[in-house]
């Protein structure tokens, strides 16, 4: 699959198009924990802006380090896995130092609380956005659209 997305986004700058990459890992012995542990879900990433892609997807990182060599490595390096901000500031140094756009997966329905504490630690770590839909879509409408006001607001950092 890497060869193939690889030839395809050369082929998509080669026509001017920007390449767009969800990288989610899955398969093989990757358990559930880790499809969303910090050392996956940035060397996901980083794999995704290696094979070219502008823009990049990937779910927020938990503070879980799946890979034993990984944590090890971490852990050496002490580098900050305390709360969602410094995760993702982990991710978006794994794009070329932030030289991609990343934005990150709105994952399952959330109280709005929730999402809006997601939301302000995305954008504290340096997201560049979120994918927001099944939170905004399974609400009634006049809810969906003060969520997405307020959501701005904290990207704006307004709240």
């Given at each position: 699959?890497?060869?193939?997305i690889?030839?395809?986004?050369?082929e998509?700058?080669?026509?001017?198009?920007?390449?767009v990459m969800?990288?989610?890992?899955?398969?093989?012995?990757?358990d559930k924990?880790?499809?969303?542990?910090?050392d996956?879900?940035?060397y996901?990433?980083?794999?995704?802006?290696?094979?070219?892609?502008?823009?990049?997807?990937?779910?927020?990182?938990?503070?879980v380090?799946?890979?034993?060599?990984?944590?090890?490595?971490?852990?050496?390096?002490?580098?900050?896995i305390?709360?969602?901000?410094?995760?993702?500031?982990?991710?978006?140094?794994a794009?070329f130092?932030?030289r991609?756009?990343?934005?990150?997966?709105?994952?399952?329905?959330?109280?709005?609380?929730?999402?809006?504490?997601?939301?302000?630690?995305?954008?504290?770590g340096?997201a560049?956005?979120?994918?927001?839909?099944?939170?905004?879509?399974?609400?009634?409408?006049?809810?969906a659209?003060?969520?997405?006001?307020?959501?701005?607001?904290i990207?704006?950092?307004?709240m």
């Open positions: 699959m890497m060869e193939e690889r030839e395809l986004a050369e998509a700058k080669s026509v001017g198009l920007a390449v969800w990288s989610y890992p899955r398969g093989g012995k990757l924990a880790g499809e969303t542990a910090l996956v879900c940035a996901a990433a980083h794999m995704a802006a290696l094979l070219g892609a502008h823009i990049i997807k990937v779910k927020p990182p938990t503070d380090l799946w890979q034993p060599e990984a944590k090890a490595a971490y852990e050496k390096a002490r580098i900050d305390s709360t969602l901000a410094a995760r993702i500031k982990h991710v978006m140094q794009t130092n932030g991609r756009i990343v934005v990150f997966s709105g994952g399952e329905a959330k109280d709005l609380e929730g999402l809006f504490t997601e939301i302000r630690g995305l954008r504290d340096g560049n956005g979120s994918i927001i839909g099944r939170n905004t879509f399974q609400r009634p409408r006049d809810q659209l003060d969520m997405l006001d307020k959501i701005i607001g990207y704006q950092g307004k």
